[in-house]
């Protein structure tokens, strides 16, 4: 099992940066896939961006590369979002998950609660 609890999200203005931290906890070995996924008002939830527990390899999805950076802290058992120049358009609440190997980009099983990032123009 893994637990997973994500914070940092809140109200910003289009063009401001916010960082995510998601908190694991559990059976976590190394090469478990942790994500972020985001859902907004009548959309479904995307895939967001992707690290492994080891190693370097991350992957984005297209609609945030050059903007966001995901990245892990593994003494702290914590992994980051940080998203810069941020726009209207990324308004949703934010999910954390994790799955082995890369079909943490499709079909994670386990998830946090999510937190909400609201971006007024």
């Known amino acids: 099992q893994v637990q997973l609890v994500e914070s940092g999200g809140g109200l910003v203005q289009a063009g401001d940066s916010l960082r995510l931290a998601c908190a694991a906890s559990g059976r976590i070995v190394s090469n478990y896939g942790i994500g972020w996924f985001r859902q907004a008002p009548g959309k479904e939830r995307e895939f967001v961006a992707a690290i492994f527990w080891s190693g370097s390899s991350t992957t984005y999805a297209d609609s945030v590369k050059g903007r966001f950076t995901i990245s892990r802290d593994n003494s702290k058992n914590m992994v980051y979002l940080q998203m810069n120049s941020l726009t209207p358009e990324d308004t949703a609440v934010y999910y954390c998950?994790?799955?082995?190997?890369?079909?943490?980009?499709?079909?994670?099983?386990?998830w946090g609660q999510g937190t909400q990032v609201t971006v007024s123009s």
């Open positions: 998950a994790a799955e082995l190997g890369w079909t943490i980009t499709t079909s994670p099983r386990y």
